[in-house]
């Protein structure tokens, strides 16, 4: 009897699109009751013990994900609207605040794992009584614009979080020496297209949000930007071409790397991706299917910035802005997920035109996260949602694998600071003229 | 509807005495279920997410606890013993090794809570298995000494990790806003004997284990110290007693502090003892029965050596050391746990006499843990169970209301470093003549 | 007699202006001399003691600072061309390279302090071997073009250091209980001019270095930027306002501040900027000049990008972007220094128009601090001078009044971290139209 | 010409035993005179430099060890008996405060070499001064036995801090990757004696100072101890014996080192003593003459606890308590330094009997720094002189070749953490019989 059976967990196809990228008012309590129940079957495979540890400061326990975003609706949402409102859990308020200082107290980040009670199922006890409770209201208004455009938002919060879930459970399980998996394995990749580049002009474009129903307010507003000539690699990067620089010694090359990287590698110790290994064998990575061998086909993932950017001078190219990459991306349809993405692990591309954009791996763009021109954070706690994080962090573009497809958007700005690589963090390639 | 009251748990009283002080070989195996059996009903109050999670890496999660205390079963009696040994599961002998050079690779102590997987059902099933396992080989030798005398030191050792599973639990509740209780709280205790000073003369004693069949290794050689005459205070230092310490400025005081004790005060901003804060109606205090008034007749808990140290100068007194301790108990019964026993928390004294010495709380003395003349660590691993903590440690001498009874014994000797709080230490005070 | 008086050193006016924007061949031996006797003029008031001692790792000693600029012209230029070269000391090498991996092991940049030797008579030394070395070089060559252009970016390497030792002494004598004084103390400023608006239209504008024969690379390439509409404020926030952002309790307040800036204030105790204090009567700045009551209307020196940064949300502004503000300041002249100058310290403005913008406080903006769109770092280790910082920093544009004023250049990009605040830096606002 | 040469500081022959054992009131004056020349005849081979960098917190600048010994005079001395005491100057009776809270504000001792100011110069003139003052004062109290004592233990105290003075600049000299030499270097010596065991019987002994005149406060009471048999080595543990441990794989077997020792080990990266390093010509030792051959016979010098420790522990002996050690040396007359001690380095011995007790390499013993029996700590300030210290240290005995000849005393205890290796510590086997 093989006794490491119980120690994998495995769950059936989970349907990663609920949320219609346009909420008509109609449809506000169906979309509802579909990401809410997409996150509860993001967190079925997990135990107790799973969802309830953090296995580190940046990464926050699965249940802590379940029970923020519903108290997100119950603060925002139920509180100043049900009449007589009365909190689930006096104590809630508190615990499941991530950092809206206009809330009030927030329980530290780093201490989210130290939180035993409640328990998982209390917490889906919770989730089940916002959502009775949500209902109620949406039921009583229907045609309350500003309620919907509320849940709307936080229905984009939610699935934010389902991203953060499954970032936060393949780190939790990495570090374990048992590397637990969370789904089946992803199949190998036969072949990747070949890289090739696609020229753009000089000129000045306009990027930003614009007539979709929903967007993050750091989105907008729709500007104009300059932009030279530049041309953008039509694929991401490849395992195979990134175990190529490692053996090329790029990561003992300081002439590489940013100096503030190269500081950043002596001081992890990092000579290869995050969730890469070797063995006699050669290339593992770590996947939320557990231990593999190293797809070479596949696109690198969990890269840092600096890795990124290491590689990218290496290869003698460059990390696109993000001005680049989303005028570039503007025209083309959003492409649906690759074949893998029910194994939350991306495919190779067979595709020779630009792809790979939407929904294999974030894709880090050499922008500082910065205001748009004339952007101004709205007042209240809402303000809070992305604003304040303008500093020290770098812009992703694109979106992953384990990206909820209707959570995409050309115009979607992601942001992590330079050292970040938990994420599904990937290379686009871009060159001057 | 009181939705806090899930977050509370209850459990029946528990035995706490299932060892018999001296076990003679028909007794065996009912004395090895007895302790399996303890440890088991100490971890039901607890939740899976209680059990996972490590509140700080001094703690250990329960959960561990239950699988190491197996593990050394597994290991150090099974594996050399039992026909064609095949472990239980491959990965265990490294993830439950606490820090046995001799036995091989260590899962790292401040990593043992990112193990969520085993699971504790899991782990209670390892529990099941291995008990099996032992039972079966203790039947097959019935006279086999050296396996019995292995046998009885792993029952010990699952001993202290029952007064650490609660140790580290009451850690793991007084971090969360929640503060759970693990049982019912202590009633308060209506008055404490007047403290008095008993007296000893100077000469040659003799300290160290004898006689009785079980020790440790660090309790031997028996051999002769000199002591001065001395004093020694009748009963613990209480809660009211230390109050009066702190409201005579003494945690803001220099000159009743040693100088490493100063700069570890301000480094954690210490006060007042660990489990102790103030509000509006005064003292209250952080029991495994929850947060409780301050009882100002019970002894004070939590207290490090800097503390203890610190108190007794204020009080024109000293700590004891350890020969004077054990010299001056050596005559006494061990005296059972008081009545309070059940919830977990010690009670006052009524009794004039020496009393308080061994089921309330470990009294720090003044003694760097160090070797006995003549001590010599046994060979392989087994040797590494305490020689090699024998530097910049204290020794505390007695027992509390957490230590198993049938665990008491007047030479033993427990050893913390002079900043450790979270165990059940206590302040009894000596003079010089 | 008093006694404090031997602690304060004082010294002659000093020059601050020997290097010519254009250095014709004829010019260089004496614009070589004229930077090269600067450095030396302003090391003159330290003793050896303060020459030598680092007061933090971001800031270097002011003997190092000497040493390294000659190693600079020692490596770069008299190596490769000295016939039979020869080092002035071997290990200097090693001791006085700042950054560069292309040139060889650097002593690390934290244990600059703990260089006692060689002592600071011996690095004078060192300055007059090479510079006479350098004399005989220039005489030989008086037509080589690339070693003109070496050298004079060598100058421009020295004054930069010039600033820097001027800065990390002001770090240094801050720390001390003594306050010790560079220089002379400022006279204070009668008035400042209202602070103003200048508005500036859309469009495309074009920034980066042109014509000038020297410039920095990361000053290149000239290119292309779309504005939008844009106010610049007319002069620098004054200590006065920025004490009412400290008397609105802005410090205290969350909504103002970046969330890593809120981190930053809270981990550093942060409640004013780094070289105020307050006192009885009033509030005190630290200076070259000693420690001297604020001047309300001087600007505010040595605040972080987060002080700047939450100030200006207070203020209903924000910072301006580094193409809003060379676009801007393009067409004016370069101000000179300020009356102020002689003693290091900034001067309040009386001009109406868009004044301070050169020589009294380095003015943070709001742009991370990138490569320009086509910039390519050279080879070799002269393309180590900029590029490879290009990360999690900030743009600071204009100059201060410890900036040589040859070394002022429209173009000029200085650049810092976040968190920086002994540099000279101030803040300038913008907002959108 | 080498220009290597002016680093290295040479000084005449330091006479290293000014102060009689026994001082009489009429040598009193010349004793004073005697013990502060040769602190200044000490840092006379300094430079300005050499004597205000502090390397690590717990070493500390020269200077500051000339100005704290004046400052002990000013304060304890002079301050309570100068009619119209006005002290020399006002910020220095915190500046040079060590640790005594009763005194009032200190100056953080990690920033004591962040003291440029008061030079050099001006310390050596407080020294003057201070010295003139004490000449008067004891010229018109020639029979105040209470100054008297105040004064013996000033100088004692100097004496401490002029044996730290030559530990904290070996330490300073080790980090430059010059290796500047304080002195001439030490000849090699041609052998050692071969290590014989000395033999010791139980029974009741006595410890702690009687007799003579001075002593600190921590050498009493004298006592009784209770000793079993033992034995003691007869002399220091060689270079040559300490590198076959090393090559014996000494740190790399967890088996020999306490656990903490073993984590300090791996924290560290230490694997041989501080001052090793090995070239290809094998073992190189830094000492106060340079970097030199390590010398086989020499004792070796700069071992933590943890080392001394483990090394006894694979050479199948221990440690010495302090007990042992000084009832084994009593009888025995204070040996005068050996022939090297000029050079500030140990010699070999050729001694078949108990030797190099005293002036090679202090002796680390298993016993913890703890009260002697009765010991209270005298009030007011200098009661902070010993008693606060009587945690987590370790006992060491003897004396070393920095130790001022005229300081030593077989009652002498000098303490330092396990971890601490810059002092001039070394090993004596002891063993059970």
């Given at each position: 009897m093989d006794r490491r059976a119980p120690l994998v967990c495995r769950h059936p196809g989970l349907r990663v699109n609920p949320l219609p990228n346009t909420v008509m008012p109609a449809d506000l309590i169906s979309a509802y009751n579909a990401v809410r129940q997409q996150s509860a079957a993001l967190a079925a495979p997990l135990s107790c013990e799973d969802s309830c540890v953090q296995s580190m400061p940046d990464a926050s326990p699965a249940k802590w994900h379940l029970g923020h975003t519903t108290w997100f609706f119950e603060t925002f949402v139920l509180e100043p609207r049900e009449p007589g409102f009365k909190p689930f859990h006096s104590a809630f308020r508190m615990l499941f605040n991530s950092y809206y200082n206009a809330v009030g107290d927030k329980h530290p980040r780093p201490q989210r794992g130290?939180?035993?009670?409640?328990?998982?199922?209390?917490?889906?006890?919770?989730?089940?009584?916002?959502?009775?409770?949500?209902?109620?209201?949406?039921?009583?208004?229907?045609?309350?614009?500003?309620?919907?455009?509320?849940?709307?938002?936080?229905?984009?919060?939610?699935?934010?979080?389902?991203?953060?879930?499954?970032?936060?459970?393949?780190?939790?399980?990495?570090?374990?020496?048992?590397?637990?998996?969370?789904?089946?394995?992803?199949?190998?990749?036969?072949?990747?297209?070949?890289?090739?580049?696609?020229?753009?002009?000089?000129?000045?474009?306009?990027?930003?949000?614009?007539?979709?129903?929903?967007?993050?307010?750091?989105?907008?507003?729709?500007?104009?930007?300059?932009?030279?000539?530049?041309?953008?690699?039509?694929?991401?990067?490849?395992?195979?071409?990134?175990?190529?620089?490692?053996?090329?010694?790029?990561?003992?090359?300081?002439?590489?790397?940013?100096?503030?990287?190269?500081?950043?590698?002596?001081?992890?110790?990092?000579?290869?991706?995050?969730?890469?290994?070797?063995?006699?064998?050669?290339?593992?990575?770590?996947?939320?299917?557990?231990?593999?061998?190293?797809?070479?086909?596949?696109?690198?993932?969990?890269?840092?910035?600096?890795?990124?950017?290491?590689?990218?001078?290496?290869?003698?190219?460059?990390?696109?802005?993000?001005?680049?990459?989303?005028?570039?991306?503007?025209?083309?349809?959003?492409?649906?997920?690759?074949?893998g993405a029910g194994c939350f692990h991306p495919r190779s591309t067979q595709d020779a035109g630009l792809s790979q954009l939407f929904s294999d791996a974030w894709q880090w763009t050499q922008s500082s996260y910065a205001a748009y021109p004339g952007f101004r954070a709205p007042p209240g706690a809402v303000g809070e949602y992305n604003g304040k994080f303008m500093v020290n962090q770098y812009v992703l573009r694109g979106g992953s694998c384990v990206t909820p497809e209707s959570h995409l958007r050309v115009s979607y700005r992601n942001f992590f600071p330079a050292s970040a690589c938990w994420q599904f963090s990937g290379i686009r390639l871009a060159r001057d003229v």
């Amino acid at each position: 009897m093989d006794r490491r059976a119980p120690l994998v967990c495995r769950h059936p196809g989970l349907r990663v699109n609920p949320l219609p990228n346009t909420v008509m008012p109609a449809d506000l309590i169906s979309a509802y009751n579909a990401v809410r129940q997409q996150s509860a079957a993001l967190a079925a495979p997990l135990s107790c013990e799973d969802s309830c540890v953090q296995s580190m400061p940046d990464a926050s326990p699965a249940k802590w994900h379940l029970g923020h975003t519903t108290w997100f609706f119950e603060t925002f949402v139920l509180e100043p609207r049900e009449p007589g409102f009365k909190p689930f859990h006096s104590a809630f308020r508190m615990l499941f605040n991530s950092y809206y200082n206009a809330v009030g107290d927030k329980h530290p980040r780093p201490q989210r794992g130290l939180l035993t009670r409640p328990g998982l199922s209390e917490v889906l006890g919770y989730r089940s009584n916002v959502d009775e409770r949500m209902q109620a209201l949406l039921l009583t208004k229907p045609d309350d614009d500003e309620l919907r455009e509320l849940v709307v938002l936080g229905l984009h919060h939610e699935q934010q979080h389902q991203e953060l879930l499954l970032t936060d459970i393949k780190h939790l399980f990495s570090v374990s020496p048992l590397y637990p998996a969370y789904t089946d394995p992803a199949s190998p990749c036969a072949t990747a297209a070949p890289l090739t580049w696609h020229a753009f002009p000089d000129g000045v474009v306009q990027i930003g949000h614009e007539g979709d129903p929903f967007y993050f307010d750091n989105e907008k507003p729709r500007h104009r930007v300059y932009l030279q000539a530049y041309q953008l690699a039509s694929r991401l990067v490849t395992n195979a071409e990134y175990a190529a620089f490692i053996e090329a010694e790029g990561y003992g090359t300081p002439a590489h790397w940013l100096a503030e990287g190269w500081d950043w590698r002596l001081a992890e110790g990092r000579d290869h991706p995050m969730y890469w290994q070797r063995n006699t064998a050669g290339w593992q990575e770590f996947t939320l299917g557990g231990l593999c061998a190293l797809d070479p086909n596949a696109p690198v993932l969990h890269v840092s910035y600096y890795e990124a950017d290491a590689y990218a001078r290496w290869a003698c190219a460059r990390l696109p802005t993000e001005a680049e990459w989303e005028s570039a991306a503007a025209p083309l349809a959003l492409n649906t997920h690759s074949a893998g993405a029910g194994c939350f692990h991306p495919r190779s591309t067979q595709d020779a035109g630009l792809s790979q954009l939407f929904s294999d791996a974030w894709q880090w763009t050499q922008s500082s996260y910065a205001a748009y021109p004339g952007f101004r954070a709205p007042p209240g706690a809402v303000g809070e949602y992305n604003g304040k994080f303008m500093v020290n962090q770098y812009v992703l573009r694109g979106g992953s694998c384990v990206t909820p497809e209707s959570h995409l958007r050309v115009s979607y700005r992601n942001f992590f600071p330079a050292s970040a690589c938990w994420q599904f963090s990937g290379i686009r390639l871009a060159r001057d003229v």
